[in-house]
């Protein structure tokens, strides 16, 4: 065992009950003998600020950000890492003596098992529910890959002009819908790639997308990893489409964000067994 001073991590966020992050990462540790833990630490919205202050107390040296505080955090961020300031979405933090260093390895996380199934992205037309922190990463990702054309639906009215000119700092053309407009631009388009980005799902909620809108060439991406089968995977298996399970963005997240922490190449084979015994 590795006598050094033991190092705490953590995964902040609400709802966070739900989250596999301190099996994956504990289970790491274990593994490689390290002296080290992670914990799950319930902030709420309104709670951030005063959270971040306690987390620095207790000398944290690094954490996880979920919903809803991936955008809020930029506030607390003393120097970014990547792009991830031009993302405008934060999920991995180090803290350096109470210096916070923001990265987001939700890009790599999303892309990684498309780029695994060899889907060609440039050939793509793609429907994107949302436009949280995550949605931000998947557009980021799409700019790289160059997809044919992103479709982002979004609730609120005063999201459109953000999403274009979000879409502008990564030089993508995307086009906006409202989410209650789904069905009826379907008819004008076939989507190869439905990504759900809303946490949807999350409590066994209907999905936002029809019957009518998935085939068995339709690939469903639903990054709610928990439950694994959403009411959209359930639909999509229903339906003979290509299924890519939320687990898959989570642990290739993960591993990078272990990266980070660490500078130490994952135990990605670890970490997937630890996330599916969490199910």
């Given amino acids: 065992m590795n006598n050094n001073k033991l190092k705490t991590f953590a995964v902040i ?6 989250t596999l992050s301190p099996a994956i990462h504990n289970t790491a540790f274990k593994f490689l003998k390290m002296n080290c833990n992670y914990i799950a630490y319930k902030i709420k919205r309104h709670e951030l600020e005063s959270g971040i202050k306690s987390l620095k107390l207790i000398n944290i040296s690094g954490f996880n950000v979920t919903i809803p505080h991936k955008v809020a955090i930029l506030n607390h961020i003393n120097k970014f890492g990547d792009d991830c300031n031009k993302v405008g979405a934060i999920n991995t933090v180090i803290n350096d003596q109470s210096n916070l260093i923001g990265y987001n390895t939700d890009i ?14 440039p050939n793509c037309d793609i429907l994107l529910l949302g436009f949280g922190g995550a949605a931000r990463a998947v557009i980021a990702a799409c700019a790289k890959e160059n997809v044919r054309n992103l479709i982002v639906a979004y609730r609120n009215n005063q999201n459109k002009e953000k ?3 979000y879409s ?10 409202l989410i209650n407009e789904i069905y009826d631009y379907a008819h004008h388009y076939h989507y190869d790639l439905i990504v759900n980005a809303t946490p949807i799902g999350l409590n066994n909620e209907p999905s936002l997308i ?8 339709t690939i469903v991406y639903d990054l709610v990893y928990r439950p694994m089968n959403t009411n959209l995977i359930k639909q999509a298996k229903k339906h003979n489409s290509r299924i890519i399970y939320g687990y898959e963005m989570l642990l290739h997240q993960a591993a990078q964000s272990f990266e980070l922490w660490h ?8 970490m997937k067994q630890a996330i599916l015994r969490g199910f």
Avoid at 13 to 18: A, E, L, N, S, V
Avoid at 210 to 217: A, G, Q, R, S
């Fill in 13 to 18: 966020g609400d709802p966070i009950d739900h």
């Fill in 108 to 121: 790599v996380g999303f892309i990684t098992p498309l780029l695994q199934r060899n889907i060609p992205l």
């Fill in 163 to 165: 999403i274009l000119q």
């Fill in 210 to 217: 029809n019957d009518k809108m998935i085939d068995k060439h």
């Fill in 168 to 177: 502008e700092l990564f030089n993508i053309d995307v086009k906006t819908i």
């Fill in 263 to 270: 500078n130490r190449k994952a135990p990605l084979d670890i």
